[in-house]
């Protein structure tokens, strides 16, 4: 039987903070989990969890990944806690680590979520910066080996703003040697720290593209994937954006010129008819809602290792 591996790093800060093998593996239970092969359990174990940033999938998905392993979860909504009223982070996070087994945080800066681990004596996952959103990055290469079996000759086109999404799907592609191209306007590129630390990684560097024309870059593309063009905190800059967007949504003249086999994946919530039409969210190509339904069991199966 398949058993968690206790990972190398005791946080989950970066898609970094892990190797390509212990990738393959938590993918590997992930698996497992979702077909019901695994039963493992960590009785009185709790998940903390700090949300600074509205959630669905990312707080529910936690939040029945610990149920079902066994675990409880306590929710602590700063507005409701002494987070919201400026209390210091190495302060919180040196008292919580004294009721929780493992924290999950979403919030703004990575440097917060870096100052959480440096004082957390249990481990700290990243549930989402504006860096970084590791967890969903996790999911969505589940999703991908589900279709396609392994990653050989997959080719990732990402079809947006340079975000968190495109940062993680970024490195992971470099830990797993998959071909990524990011297709955005001018301007709206990937972090450069990000790109730097991708190509140092990647076997070969050619595989990641950063690029400026849609059509282009679908050519022959398995995997076409796309985010809100306006992440949370950027609502000031949404006129702006649409305007810069309007040529990256994704539609039935780009799918038509991607592979005849490609998947299309949104990590939700999405706009319909703006970054993605709705009429591409809804075709037989689309695995939007199976990638949704990955982030309970890449994020079970993440746990399990955690806590192993």
């Not at 149920?67 to 919180?92: A, C, F, H, M, Y």
């Not at 949370?232 to 949504?249: L, V």
Request: charged share 25%; with cysteine; net charge negative.
């Amino acid at each position: 039987m398949l058993n968690p591996i206790k990972l190398a790093s005791k946080n989950f800060l970066s898609s970094l903070d892990t190797s390509s093998e212990e990738i393959f593996h938590i993918l590997d239970l992930a698996k497992n989990f979702k077909n019901k092969d695994l039963n493992i359990k960590f009785k009185e174990k709790v998940l903390g969890l700090i949300f600074d940033k509205s959630s669905t999938r990312t707080r529910v998905s936690f939040q029945v990944a610990m149920s079902r392993l066994g675990g409880t979860t306590v929710d602590l909504n700063p507005t409701t806690s002494q987070i919201g009223r400026g209390e210091p982070i190495k302060d919180t996070a040196r008292v919580l680590s004294k009721y929780c087994d493992v924290l999950a945080i979403r919030t703004f800066d990575q440097s917060d979520l870096e100052e959480y681990a440096k004082w957390s004596s249990k481990p700290v996952i990243n549930a989402l910066t504006d860096l970084e959103h590791p967890c969903q990055a996790l999911a969505d290469m589940m999703t991908i080996k589900e279709e396609f079996i392994d990653f050989n000759d997959v080719v990732l086109t990402f079809i947006g703003d340079g975000n968190n999404v495109a940062n993680s799907l970024i490195l992971c592609g470099a830990l797993l040697d998959i071909e990524v191209r990011i297709v955005c306007p001018k301007g709206y590129e990937p972090s450069n720290l990000v790109v730097n630390k991708a190509k140092e990684i990647y076997k070969n560097k050619n595989l990641l593209k950063i690029t400026h024309d849609p059509l282009s870059a679908v050519q022959g593309a398995n995997v076409l994937y796309t985010d809100v063009w306006s992440s949370m905190g950027e609502e000031n800059q949404k006129e702006e954006k649409d305007k810069a967007f309007h040529r990256f949504t994704i539609d039935r003249n780009l799918v038509r010129n991607a592979d005849k086999d490609a998947i299309i994946l949104h990590c939700l919530p999405a706009y319909r008819d703006k970054e993605i039409t709705d009429e591409v969210i809804e075709s037989k190509k689309s695995r939007i809602f199976e990638q949704a339904e990955n982030r309970l069991h890449a994020q079970q199966a993440l746990l399990s290792c955690i806590l192993s």
